[in-house]
């Protein structure tokens, strides 16, 4: 039936050309972006997880930045940790020189002050963003350090945030105790090695300026004593080693764990492309086809429209 009023072939063709201009903007907008799930319009449930694994994203990329900065800290501490185990070794060499008879002690005893020194300075310089491992107050300040090393959500949403931690206290890497209390570390504490003779009385009050062998002579009570200082050398000689490899352990724990983080963060990449990542193939195959049912869908309304104009030639006629 053909009808002035009510042309169901033209509203038929509206129809279908609005639902093909509808599914073209779609199709447009995954191009442009690139995305086929942009807001939670497009598909409320992969929308909400990809933007919480984009958070997270986010708080792994931060567990990168601080792996690196506990790297570098590391490394300053591992470096100037191996200057001072240098340093002592030399000292221990001058003790062992100091040994033979004759030799002008005073003298040698002038070197070992000197390198005391330099002890205190590597110390004292092994700092990095205002962090100084070597060194600290054992008493009132920290004495582990923690770098944080992981980001991770359980099935509840519960976050939990993993750290190395570090011994920076006497037992581990404190070469100097900078508190005002009793000396701690493993270069100013005081040994248990104390010697007495006739010609002389000392005590190792500390590898940093304890020792002193200008008044040593030849007395065998000398000569036990100076043995002495040599074994005290070698015991911290050996508690630094220890304290060398714990620095070792947590910076082969922190590259490892890096590189992981550097993994974990690909991973969360491609999880998120997988759910709103649009196939570009197909949506560019899919653009070229909806052009076309667009270009169709006008002309068949123009078709449509022209019904009411051959109405009225029969009323010409």
Do not use: C
Not at 50 to 75: F, K, N, P, Q
């Amino acid at each position: 039936m053909s009808s002035i009023n009510t042309n169901i072939a033209a509203m038929t063709a509206l129809q279908t050309l609005a639902h093909t201009n509808k599914e073209l903007l779609s199709t447009q907008n995954r191009v442009s972006t690139g995305l086929k799930v942009k807001d939670a319009s497009d598909n409320a449930a992969y929308w909400s997880i990809a933007t919480t694994m984009r958070s997270d994203r986010s708080a792994v990329s931060t567990v990168e930045d601080a792996l690196g900065l506990g790297a570098a800290t590391i490394e300053v501490a591992v470096t100037a940790l191996n200057s001072a185990i240098e340093t002592i070794t030399k000292i221990q060499s001058k003790l062992v020189a100091a040994r033979a008879p004759g030799l002008d002690r005073s003298k040698i005893q002038s070197e070992i002050k000197e390198l005391q020194a330099e002890l205190r300075n590597t110390a004292g310089s092994a700092v990095f963003s205002g962090e100084n491992w070597l060194q600290g107050d054992s008493v009132n300040g920290p004495t582990t350090k923690t770098i944080v090393a992981s980001f991770s959500r359980d099935s509840t949403g519960a976050i939990m945030i993993g750290t190395i931690e570090l011994n920076v206290g006497p037992s581990g890497t404190m070469l100097f105790d900078t508190g005002s209390g009793t000396a701690a570390g493993i270069l100013d504490s005081a040994s248990s090695y104390t010697i007495a003779s006739g010609t002389v009385s000392y005590s190792i009050a500390g590898l940093s300026d304890g020792i002193d062998i200008s008044g040593i002579t030849d007395d065998p009570a000398d000569l036990a004593g100076l043995v002495a200082m040599v074994e005290g050398v070698d015991a911290a000689l050996k508690t630094m080693t220890d304290a060398a490899t714990l620095l070792g352990a947590a910076k082969s724990r922190t590259s490892q764990q890096k590189d992981f983080v550097n993994k974990l963060m690909d991973s969360i990449d491609v999880g998120i492309g997988q759910l709103v990542d649009a196939d570009m193939n197909a949506e560019s195959t899919r653009l070229q086809a909806l052009q076309v049912r667009q270009q169709l869908g006008v002309q068949a309304l123009g078709i449509a429209n022209q019904s009411a104009q051959m109405i009225l030639r029969l009323f010409q006629s």
